[in-house]
């Protein structure tokens, strides 16, 4: 399968999963997950219009942001060690992984240091897996009060990972949940701005996560399988 015909899967199942749901494609922002693949490959997914990279590893995200910076726009999807903040910080636009308050504060440092402001999502482990990173939904109030106090970070939405499982009776509520919690932190204006974004929906369940108000999907296999 080439990347323009995957490309082409993809975009009219975003159709599909907007008419549904009556939204628009032009609100679903799609990340190119890339960490399975080259820097020539991602030459190629650039030279297909894409502009989002998303990458979970910092060492290998490095590598190819070397070579590629002055390209696009970079995500950061995967866990963080406080200790590799320094590695990323100015060079991703994004960092989809703020989930403890130890991170925040090297963030916060480091940003300062640059003299930058970091666009963050907070993750929440929604569906409560203990192999899930992510805050959990009891303490994600908490959390974003005390990150709202951090001048340098500026916190765009939510990001979840839902189960790597085919059953949709089980994966949409995850979306729906991770919306309302969106929904609840402003309505009690725990920041001064509005959380816009929801980043959540993988190769697996992206249509359900669009169906359920998602605005950044992050797609790694379909892409490149
Ligand atoms: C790998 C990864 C993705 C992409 O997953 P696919 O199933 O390959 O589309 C999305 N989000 C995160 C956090 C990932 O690590």
């Known amino acids: 399968m080439s990347l323009d015909e995957n490309i082409q899967r993809i975009t009219s199942r975003i159709e599909n999963a907007c008419k549904k749901s009556n939204r628009t494609p032009e609100d679903i922002k799609i990340i190119a ?10 030459e190629e997914v650039f030279a297909s219009g894409f502009n989002n990279i998303g990458e979970n590893r910092v060492q290998n995200a490095l590598e190819k942001y070397q070579t590629l910076h002055d390209k696009g726009t ?6 963080l060690q406080s200790k590799k903040v320094k590695s990323i910080i100015g060079k991703f636009d994004y960092i989809h ?14 940003a300062e240091t640059l003299d930058i402001k970091v666009n963050c999502f907070i993750q929440v482990n929604v569906s ?14 908490a959390f974003a009060k005390k990150v709202s106090e951090y001048d340098s970070i500026i916190v765009k939405g939510l990001m979840t990972i839902a189960p790597n ?35 959540m929906g993988m190769s697996n369940d992206f249509d359900i996560a669009i169906e359920e108000g998602a605005t950044y999907i992050r797609i790694g296999t379909l892409l490149f399988k």
Do not use: C, M
Not at 33 to 42: A, L, N
Not at 74 to 79: D, R
Not at 97 to 110: P, T
Not at 129 to 141: C, M, P, R, V
């Open 33 to 42: 997950v890339t960490k399975y693949v080259s820097v020539e490959q991602i």
């Open 97 to 110: 992984s703020l989930d403890r308050l130890s991170l925040v504060e090297e963030i916060d440092k480091r």
């Open 165 to 199: 499982i085919q059953d949709e009776k089980q994966i949409r509520p995850i979306f729906k949940e991770l919306r309302q919690l969106r929904d609840q932190i402003n309505e009690q204006e725990i920041f001064q701005y509005q959380l816009t974004e929801l980043s």
């Open 74 to 79: 970079w995500h950061f999807i995967g866990q």
């Open 128 to 141: 409560g897996e203990e192999t899930k990173a992510g805050i959990s939904k009891d303490k994600l109030f």
